[in-house]
């Protein structure tokens, strides 16, 4: 290895933690930001303020994000780190993150206007969370791997959560997004916009893999 390519290499490896670290400090800044706000301004226990937390699909994103840049981190293997690692599952969690982008910024930013540190939050949650992760996927995550079998695993995630939420929401009334709240659309429109959203999943899923062969391809 010359001297060059060793530069080289050791540029791209500072990139690469300086970048994992930026996103994971600001993955995890916003996601307890928004748990703090949340309690803060609660309406109920702060132990049904916690589980609502945690029936978003955003803040779930949102961490599975978070830790992904951590792993990315930690120089020493384990099982958990290896598969935060794998390039099937970061490219399942930035397919998820990109559902929550385009799910915000096209149906749900109009429905409410936030203000001060809720505004910060949630822009870094819905907006520059998914933007630079997609930018890591594509310039970090080798894609060579990627099947289009895979797209379908990563139905999953979603579809669980799916039928968690309307567990929680048959138990205690809590919906977590107006297009799947079934006491105020009843199920009908509740099965529509989980097709709707499985497509979504789907389309995403696919065109991930898409592009991840055209750019082994071009290697």
């Known amino acids: 290895m010359t001297d060059t390519s060793r530069s080289s290499s050791s540029a791209n490896r500072n990139i690469f933690f300086y970048y994992s670290l930026a996103g994971a400090l600001a993955g995890w800044f916003a996601v307890i930001l928004q748990l703090w706000l949340i309690i803060v301004n609660r309406v109920v226990s702060i132990p049904e303020t916690i589980l609502r937390f945690f029936s978003y699909f955003t803040i779930l994103s949102n961490i599975l994000v978070a830790i992904c840049y951590t792993c990315a981190l930690i120089g020493r293997p384990t099982p958990f780190t290896r598969f935060f690692k794998k390039p099937t599952t970061l490219t399942a969690i930035a397919v998820y993150i ?36 997609i930018i890591y996927w594509l310039v970090f995550v080798q894609k060579g791997t990627l099947q289009w079998r895979h797209a379908f695993s990563w139905l999953l995630f979603p579809f ?8 929680q929401g048959g138990y205690n009334g809590f919906y977590p997004y107006p297009f799947i709240d079934a006491t105020t659309i009843g199920y009908p429109d509740l099965a529509l916009n989980s097709l709707i959203l499985l497509i979504a999943f789907l389309g995403i899923s696919l065109l991930f893999v898409g592009i991840g062969k055209l750019a082994s391809r071009g290697k």
């Open 98 to 133: 990109s559902i929550v982008g385009i799910v915000y910024n096209i149906i749900l930013r109009s429905l409410w206007k936030p203000i001060g540190l809720q505004q910060l939050v949630d822009e870094i949650l819905h907006s520059l969370a998914p933007l630079l992760f």
């Open 160 to 167: 669980v959560y799916l039928v968690y939420i309307l567990i």
